[in-house]
């Protein structure tokens, strides 16, 4: 199975400060389509998860432009321009290049 | 707007059996692969099982193999988990996902409680 190693595992955060969160895999999710099937995803306290960003990169619509995802093969980077309130919760890298799916441990973002 | 409901959570004892159930809409359901994901309580995100568009491939997570089956009836626009021998780890949230490679829309979840 490929495993997905998130870094930290808590992130204690300034409001207003840039912030990140590393996910690495055991193995390359490039596809033979081409495509990398890493994935970001925001929990909120009480919610079900939603997804920020897919393929890497690209941020779903409605998903503020202060969210951005980088990287490529094993290494891969979620990246707050600056953290707001809202912004709190759990969040979520996972690939889904192989069988079976795997997610990340979770990354706990809380404001200092 | 894209709506996944799940239902059919509850409360079993151990080696008991349950049913989910997830009633879609706000897409073309039969033009996707759907999955379900879980949550045991106070922990992270478990993929559990997927299925094709037309249900001619089903995927599983080994811990579920031979007790779980994923299933669909595009007609009615729902997507199903039958869960059978349940076992204490079983217990979690569990929730419909559209999609089997990136998971975009995800429904609030059922619980299941396994417990004596």
């Known amino acids: 199975d490929v495993v997905m190693t998130q870094s930290p595992l808590s992130l204690p955060v300034t409001l207003g400060q840039p912030a990140s969160i590393s996910c690495r895999s055991s193995?390359?999710?490039?596809?033979?389509?081409?495509?990398?099937?890493l994935h970001w995803f925001q929990q909120r306290p009480g919610q079900s998860p939603r997804r920020l960003i897919y393929?890497?990169?690209n941020r779903d619509s409605g998903v503020p432009d202060r969210f951005s995802g980088s990287g490529s093969g094993t290494d891969f980077t979620l990246k707050f321009s600056r953290v707001e309130a809202e912004d709190v919760g759990v969040y979520y890298c996972?690939?889904?290049?192989?069988?079976?799916?795997?997610f990340g441990q979770g990354t706990n973002v809380e404001i200092k | 707007e894209v709506q996944l409901v799940e239902s059919g959570g509850d409360l079993v004892q151990p080696g008991g059996s349950l049913r989910l159930s997830c009633a879609a809409s706000?897409?073309?359901?039969?033009?996707?692969?759907m999955t379900w994901v879980r949550q045991a309580p106070g922990k992270g995100l478990e993929w559990v099982a997927s299925?094709?568009?037309?249900?001619?491939?089903?995927y599983y997570v080994d811990s579920v193999k031979g007790r779980f089956t994923i299933s669909r009836d595009n007609a009615k626009r729902s997507l199903y988990l039958q869960m059978n021998s349940l076992r204490d780890e079983d217990t979690a949230v569990y929730y419909c996902?559209?999609?089997?490679?990136?998971?975009?829309?995800w429904g609030r979840g059922a619980l299941v409680t396994v417990s004596s």
């Open positions: 393929k890497v990169s």
């Open positions: 193995q390359s999710l490039v596809h033979s389509d081409g495509n990398t099937y």
């Open positions: 996972m690939q889904g290049t192989h069988w079976p799916r795997t």
């Open positions: 706000g897409f073309t359901f039969t033009g996707d692969s």
């Open positions: 299925i094709r568009e037309d249900g001619s491939e089903v």
């Open positions: 996902v559209r999609g089997f490679r990136v998971f975009p829309n």
